[in-house]
C-alpha cells in the first residue's frame, strides 16, 4: 500500500541508518631510537653541571691498611733484628754501670753510647726473659749490633774491679779534695784533678744546671764549693773526670730537694753556698747552724746603722793572720796552693773579693765544700734570732771554762762580755 506523504496522517518514523564504517590502515608506532652511551646517568640540575665520577673511597681504605701492614712488618723486621743481632759489629766500647742502677738505667746507658737503638725493647727483653736480675754492674766491653742474648750474657758476668772509698769531710777545700785522691793514688797530681773540676782542661760538666748556673765573677775556683762531701765507693782504675763527676753528681742529686724552696724565696743556689761554707766553718753544728745563719742574715739585710754596709765580718775570710784561725786566705790549703803565706802578702784583687771586712754582702766564692747541714741553714735561718736582732757570735776557747759552747749577742757590749766568758779575753 502506498502512502500519502502529504496526508495528515502520522508517517512512521524511518530507522536510524549506520554509518558506513571507513577502514583504514594502522598508523605504524614511532620507531624508539636506541642510544649507546659510556657514562652512568645523571640528574641533570638547574646550572646544567658536567658530570663527576665517583671517588673510589674503599680502594683509598685498602691501600691504607696495606701500608700499614707493610709498615708494621718493616718494624716488626727491625726489631727482630735487634733483638738478634745485625751482624754487623761496631768498634769495641767500655760501657760502665754503675752500682745500684735499674734496669732502665742500663737500657738508658746503652742507648746513650750506641750499643742498642732501642731502650725501651731492651728493658722488655731483659725483663720477661728472666734476665734482668743477673745483670751487673762495673765496666763492661761491647759492641754495637751484638744481640740482646749476648749482651746480657756480657753485662751478667761479675766484675772483679778494685774499688777504693773515699772520705771527704765537710768543710772541705777543693784543694783539700784534690790531695784526698792524689793520696788515694786514684789521680797523679793536684793539678789534674782541679783542671778537670773547674773545666779549664776541657772537661764539660754542662749536665748539671748548678754547674750552668755558677757566675762567671772572677772567684778563684769554678768548682769550689760544689765537690759534696761524703763518702764514696770508686773504682780504683778509672780517669779523673769520672772522680769528679762522682762528686758533682751527688751535688745534683742532695740538692735537688731544694729547688722548690729556693725558687720561693728567690735566692740563687750559689749565694746559699757561698753562705753555706761560712756556715760550715763557723758553725758546722746541726743545733748552732740556723742560730749562726741568722747573725749573717742579720748583717747582711739589717737596716741598723751599724751594720749599714752588710758586711759579713767573718774570721774564716778576712785580713786578720791568726794561724790559730782557720783562714781561706791564709792558712788554708788554697793559700798555701796559690802561695800566698810564702809570699808574704795575699795580692790586692783577692782581698776585694774575698775580705769579708771589705765586701759588701757574700764574697765571690765559696770557701769550701758545705755539708747539707748547712746549705739547709743558709737558706731558712732561725727566726727567733732573726726578729730579736742577734749580730754576734763566738765559741769558747778549748783551753777555758766553755771549750767549743756558743755564745750569742745583740750589742757589741754583750759581745765583749761573751769573749771574756767564753775565754778569749
Not at 66 to 84: I, T
Not at 152 to 166: F, N
Not at 321 to 343: C, F, I, K, R, V
Request: include cysteine; hydrophobic fraction near 35%.
Amino acid at each position: 500500500m502506498k502512502i500519502n506523504r502529504n496526508s495528515g496522517a502520522e508517517q512512521p518514523n524511518p530507522l536510524p541508518q549506520q554509518p558506513t564504517p571507513v577502514h583504514r590502515a594502522p598508523k605504524a608506532a614511532p620507531v624508539r631510537q636506541e642510544t649507546y652511551d659510556d657514562t652512568e646517568p645523571y640528574e641533570e640540575d638547574d646550572e646544567d653541571e658536567r658530570p663527576r665520577r665517583r671517588f673510589p673511597f674503599g680502594c683509598l681504605i685498602v691501600l691504607l691498611m696495606l701500608a700499614l701492614v707493610a709498615f708494621g712488618g718493616y718494624k716488626v723486621y727491625q726489631f727482630y733484628g735487634e733483638v738478634d743481632g745485625s751482624g754487623n759489629l761496631g768498634k769495641e766500647q767500655s760501657v760502665s754501670i754503675q752500682k745500684g742502677a735499674s734496669l732502665a738505667d742500663v737500657s738508658a746507658a746503652l742507648k746513650e753510647d750506641g750499643i742498642i737503638e732501642y731502650d725501651w725493647l731492651f728493658k722488655l727483653y731483659a725483663k720477661y726473659s728472666g734476665n734482668a736480675g743477673a745483670l751487673q754492674y762495673g765496666k763492661f766491653t761491647l759492641r754495637s749490633g751484638m744481640s740482646y742474648n749476648d749482651i746480657i750474657t756480657t753485662l751478667s758476668e761479675v766484675q772483679r774491679r778494685k774499688t777504693v772509698d773515699i772520705t771527704i769531710p765537710e768543710g772541705t777545700t777543693a784543694v783539700g779534695v784534690a790531695k784526698i785522691f792524689v793520696n788515694a793514688g786514684l789521680v797523679p797530681d793536684v793539678d789534674t784533678f782541679l783542671n778537670c773540676a773547674n773545666g779549664t782542661d776541657g772537661s764539660d760538666f754542662s749536665q748539671y744546671d748548678f754547674w750552668n748556673n755558677i757566675p762567671d765573677n772572677g772567684r778563684l775556683m769554678k768548682c769550689e764549693g760544689y765537690l759534696y762531701p761524703d763518702t764514696y765507693n770508686v773504682f780504683a782504675d778509672e780517669d779523673v773526670y769520672y772522680y769528679v763527676d762522682t762528686l758533682y753528681a751527688e751535688f745534683a742529686s742532695k740538692t735537688s730537694q731544694l729547688a722548690t724552696e729556693l725558687s720561693s724565696k728567690g735566692v740563687t743556689l750559689d749565694d746559699v753556698v757561698i753562705l753555706a761554707s761560712f756556715i760550715q766553718e763557723e758553725a758546722g753544728i746541726a743545733s748552732e747552724d740556723a742560730k749562726v745563719s741568722a747573725c749573717f742574715h742579720n748583717r747582711m739585710e739589717s737596716t741598723d746603722p751599724q751594720w749599714s754596709s752588710h758586711r759579713l765580718e767573718s774570721n774564716a775570710s778576712s785580713y786578720f793572720m791568726y794561724d790559730t784561725e782557720n783562714n781561706y786566705l791564709w792558712n788554708s790549703p788554697t793559700a798555701e796552693y796559690y802561695g800566698w803565706p810564702a809570699a808574704g802578702a795575699i795580692p790586692e784583687d783577692v782581698l776585694n773579693k774575698y775580705d769579708t771586712y771589705r765586701v759588701s754582702g757574700l764574697p765571690a766564692g765559696p770557701l769550701s765544700s758545705p755539708g747539707f747541714d748547712c746549705l739547709n741553714a743558709a737558706l731558712n735561718p732561725d727566726q727567733q734570732f732573726i726578729d730579736e736582732g742577734y749580730y754576734f757570735f763566738v765559741t769558747g776557747n778549748p783551753s777555758g771554762d766553755y771549750p767549743g759552747q756558743f755564745f750569742y749577742a745583740r750589742t757589741d757590749a754583750e759581745h765583749e762580755a761573751n769573749c771574756v766568758k767564753a775565754g778569749w779575753r
